[in-house]
């Protein structure tokens, strides 16, 4: 029987300069146990503002905003969440691994709703359902200069969700007790603009998550791990 491989056909643009990163700081974490303790950690959480390479610094002036929707739910292995794959042929971030999520547009009264009309146009999960639990630390991304939000939810069961083929080619649930197992997580360094810049990675099975979404990732666990060590 084949063994499921690590990993997946995600481009990484990689600079000329990379080394070894930390290790994560959850190494005895086995993640949250219920879905009462995500909301609780996150309720009582403080996001900062912080900046993603290959932004070194916070820019005069920011690009749009955005906000992406962290949906948590029990699943069958504990305590899981929504990612997507984007298709192959879309002009941006072809391929790669994301949470559902987006620019606000003018008829968002905040970021939270543009977070839940982008989950429902691209998953189709019912805007009514997510639960907001609280928000991760906002960042500013290299690309485009756009202040970014991930806002968390719960969800009372396991949703039903449909893909929308122009933004979709896969939805994954992910249970948060495989992103915390050996050998999932790693770290580069990537040396930018004269200064060394963290590069988180998770690896799935058939797929690797990285940029902007691995660093919301490795926000929610450190959270999570580190309010269980209190």
Not at 178 to 191: K, M, N, P, Q
Not at 218 to 223: A, C, F, K
């Amino acid at each position: 029987m084949a063994v499921a491989q690590r990993g997946g056909p995600q481009k990484i643009p990689r600079p000329e300069l990379t080394r070894v990163g930390e290790p994560p700081s959850w190494l005895d974490y086995s993640g949250p146990k219920s879905i009462d303790e995500i909301r609780s950690t996150l309720g009582s959480y403080t996001p900062s503002e912080v900046v993603r390479g290959p932004a070194v610094s916070k820019p005069a002036e920011l690009g749009r905003k955005s906000a992406v929707l962290v949906a948590m739910f029990d699943g069958a292995d504990g305590p899981a969440t929504i990612l997507t794959r984007r298709p192959l042929h879309m002009r941006k971030h072809a391929g790669e691994v994301a949470f559902p999520g987006g620019s606000h547009d003018d008829e968002d009264a905040t970021l939270w709703d543009t977070a839940l009309r982008e989950a429902h146009e691209e998953v189709g999960l019912d805007p009514s359902l997510p639960v907001r639990a609280g928000d991760l630390d906002s960042f500013v991304t290299g690309a485009s200069y756009s202040l970014v939000q991930p806002i968390v939810a719960t969800l009372k069961d396991i949703p039903r969700l449909v893909a929308s083929p122009d933004e979709v080619d896969v939805i994954l649930t992910v249970p948060i007790r495989e992103l915390v197992s050996a050998g999932v997580y790693r770290c580069e360094d990537w040396f930018w603009e004269g200064t060394w810049v963290p590069m988180h990675f998770f690896e799935l099975v058939g797929d690797t998550v990285w940029g902007a979404t691995a660093l919301m990732l490795h926000n929610l666990l450190e959270t999570l791990a580190s309010a269980q060590q209190r």
